[in-house]
């Protein structure tokens, strides 16, 4: 490592924030699950209707508990802003490195009040080519929704987000002198 770079930052998961959106995930799944149960008896909305309710809110919340666990059990951190960029080892699917020489600057947004800082890349077509399968699609949505593949919050991580938004800055402008 080069003596003038600025040292590793490695920001842990939140494993109390995690279990939180388990405990989420569970009420969900539960809520779903009981709309099928009563989905032929209700008489609010068509059967059909209430069932592919159900079935979306079981996969969709079952998915995010299954997240979840993988995630409450891990050792990896959340994010880990090295002299080679920023890495995402808490992305679904295999690490995502994004390079500092690609990286162009930051935006923040919110969404759903839920702040989200968009990192501004200059080869989308390179890093989407990286990926493969339904990773690569979600960063395709992700890109068509927003201008850039790749977005951070810090809804699992150990820092609140304007930490997060500074310290990200803060190792850029290092990195980029």
Known sequence: MDATAPPRVVIALSKRKILLLLLLCGVFVAVSSWLWSIAETQTRY????????????????????????????????????????????????????????????????????TKVLLVLVNNTAELLAQQRGWKQQLLRMNLQQYGTPYSITSNTLKIGFDELVQTVTERFRAVKG
């Not at 679904?92 to 759903?112: C, D, N, R, T």
């Open 46 to 113: 068509e059967p059909l209707l209430a069932k592919g309710v159900s079935l979306l809110g079981v996969v969709f919340f079952g998915i995010g508990g299954v997240v979840a666990v993988r995630k409450l059990v891990s050792q990896e951190p959340g994010l880990v802003l090295d002299e080679q960029g920023i890495w995402l080892p808490g992305s679904i699917g295999a690490p995502s490195l994004i390079p500092w020489q690609h990286v162009q600057g930051f935006e923040v947004m919110e969404l759903h009040r």
